[in-house]
């Protein structure tokens, strides 16, 4: 295993040097200036490339070295282990070298008393005989003695080893929590390929000088802005939100309630697998032409830095339609868990089944942010929402398309208020739009007082 790690690390080192290389290879002279257009392209690719590499490198790189600090931890427990055991072995030499000492003793008390001994002559080569072996005996005890000494010594060291090892071990788990998951790097080398794949055009470019004076030109922050720009009919735009770093494909209403409104969450049929991560619910996963989940980024950046309205539009499955419309809607950054931040002024008549959600952060059947203490609510109820503890709609549960047994109550697309936990609805959808203009103030208690006057 550890060769192997070895013979990774020199492929990579290899690696390094070919991306040293490449990377540092300039633009080349100057040509006309759509040439030069092109070539800055390929350099800027090139570049985003070489970040890419660079990360990959880098990661293979620090993999290699946890590898063989683990692998040089183990070897050195092992010694210390076959030490221990080489200690444990002296140990019970010493014990068996005392015992024979104590008998040695015991024979000599019990010769002094014999009555043979009185005899002068033989009491003296007895007692001669007697003082020499007791002589050995001491020199036996004081070797056992120094012997101990050794073994002490022996053990203070492996103590203090060990103690060493336990404090690297303790700073590289440390370390390791301290680390980004690789998972964590994976996903945004993802995300890095993507935007080469389609890399960003600004939107001023190619644009001729009249197109340029006209602001009607710029990409739209969302559909109410191509809404704005005379664009009427429902279908699918490009946009970018003010604070997204760059344009992506929406699904835009442009018929319901006045139009304008940029679908975050459509469901019809139960095509699309809604049972998924976190980093699908984060970049979003579907298809706009069919079924989808926009992607907790997107949203953050539709609804994140304006309150926007949210309309939640349901169908059961004999066909009975219901609303719930919020006048404002807002939901934070990843750093937030994606969280409800804002919800109020419901009016409709589907019932509000959203407000117990409010302020919660979003959960996945991976990622675990909501109140229940002992489980998690996207594995129990099959979903993803901004579940409490837990739910009182769950509208990316399981598409099972009308009444539910018991034992799958809460199970299903479901809004509580409308047909209950143990119904799943036929279809469900979700959009955003921002706040119009004469809008009315956004009240603490909602728009109940603005609605008043
Ligand atoms: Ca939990």
Sequence with gaps: MLIIRRFSFGSV????????????????????????????????????????????????KLEVQVGEKSAQ??????????????????????????????????????AGRQPSFQQPAEYQRGADKLES?????????????????????????????????????????????????KQFLTNSLV???????????????????????????????????????GNNPSGIYRIQPEHSHKAFMVLCDMDTKDGGWTHIHNRYEGSQDFYLNWHDYKIGFGNLGGEFWLGLEHVHHLTGHDVNELLVELVDAKGKKAYAHYAAF???????????????????????????HAGSRFSTKDLDQDSWAEGNCAQA?????????????????????????ESYLYQGMYW??????????????????????????????????????
């Design 191 to 229: 995300e890095l390929k993507h935007d080469q794949v389609y890399p960003q055009i600004p939107a001023n470019l190619f644009k001729g000088p009249d197109e340029l004076k006209s602001n009607s030109t710029q990409v739209p922050r969302h559909c109410r802005d191509v809404q704005e720009n």
């Design 381 to 405: 109820h099959n979903g993803a929402w901004w579940y409490r503890s837990c739910d009182t709609s769950n509208l990316n549960g399981k598409y099972l398309n009308g009444e539910l047994p």
């Design 13 to 60: 080192v290899i690696c390094a040097l070919t991306i040293k290389t490449v990377c540092s290879m300039p633009p080349t002279t100057s040509h006309g200036s759509n040439e030069d257009d092109a070539e800055s392209r390929q350099y800027l690719r090139r570049s985003q490339q070489c970040d890419t590499d660079q990360i990959e490198y880098r990661l293979t």
């Design 330 to 356: 807002s939901v934070g950054s990843e750093v937030e868990g994606y969280a409800l931040k804002v919800l109020g002024g419901y009016n409709g008549d589907a019932g509000d089944s959203l407000i117990y």
């Design 73 to 110: 931890l183990v070897s050195e427990l092992r010694e210390g282990n076959r030490r221990l055991q080489a200690m444990e072995f002296q140990g019970a030499e010493v014990e068996s070298a005392i015992e024979g000492f104590r008998n040695e003793l015991g024979r000599i008390t019990e």
């Design 133 to 181: 072996r007791v002589d050995n005996l001491v020199k036996g005890v004081q070797l056992v003695v120094a012997a101990l000494r050794g073994l002490n010594s022996d053990i203070a060291w492996v103590k203090k080893n060990i103690s060493a090892i336990g404090n690297v071990t303790g700073s590289l788990l440390q370390q390791h929590n301290e680390l980004v998951t």
């Design 416 to 453: 509580s208020e409308f047909r209950g936990a143990q119904y799943s609805l036929a279809q469900a959808r979700m959009m955003v739009r921002p706040r119009g203009r004469h809008s009315p103030p956004i009240f603490p208690n909602g728009l109940e007082r603005s609605r008043r006057t």
